[in-house]
């Protein structure tokens, strides 16, 4: 079992940064790779970012591309999910998620095994 826990939502005006934190524990050793998808009401959940439990490895949506990385404190069992010129269709609620296998399909909701809570992130314009 791997446990996760997010911390850092909350709100922030359009343009401005917020840093996202998931806390891991458990069978962390068995963990490839963290993700991080976000959420509205009524829609798909979405990819956002990725990185490898190495965190030598990263991957971005499109939609965040230069303006989100994630990365991984190798000190600690704790991924980051960094948002910089954060804009209004960026609020969603915000998940990290544990991979325990190799699959290239990183941006799949449904290849990832453990998840965290969520996190509210609003952006207001």
């Known amino acids: 079992q791997v446990h996760l826990v997010e911390s850092g939502g909350g709100l922030v005006q359009a343009g401005g940064s917020l840093r996202l934190s998931c806390s891991a524990s458990?069978?962390?050793?068995?963990?490839?790779?963290m993700g991080w998808f976000r959420q509205v009401p009524g829609m798909e959940r979405e990819f956002v970012a990725a990185v490898s439990w190495s965190g030598l490895q990263t991957y971005s949506a499109e939609s965040v591309k230069g303006r989100f990385t994630a990365s991984r404190d190798n000190t600690k069992n704790t991924v980051y999910l960094q948002m910089n010129s954060l804009k209004p269709e960026d609020t969603a609620v915000y998940y990290c998620?544990?991979?325990?296998?190799?699959?290239?399909?990183?941006?799949?909701?449904?290849?990832?095994?453990?998840w965290g809570q969520g996190t509210q992130v609003t952006a207001s314009s």
């Open positions: 998620a544990a991979d325990l296998d190799s699959s290239p399909y990183y941006y799949q909701p449904n290849e990832y095994d453990y």
């Open positions: 458990g069978r962390t050793f068995s963990i490839y790779r």
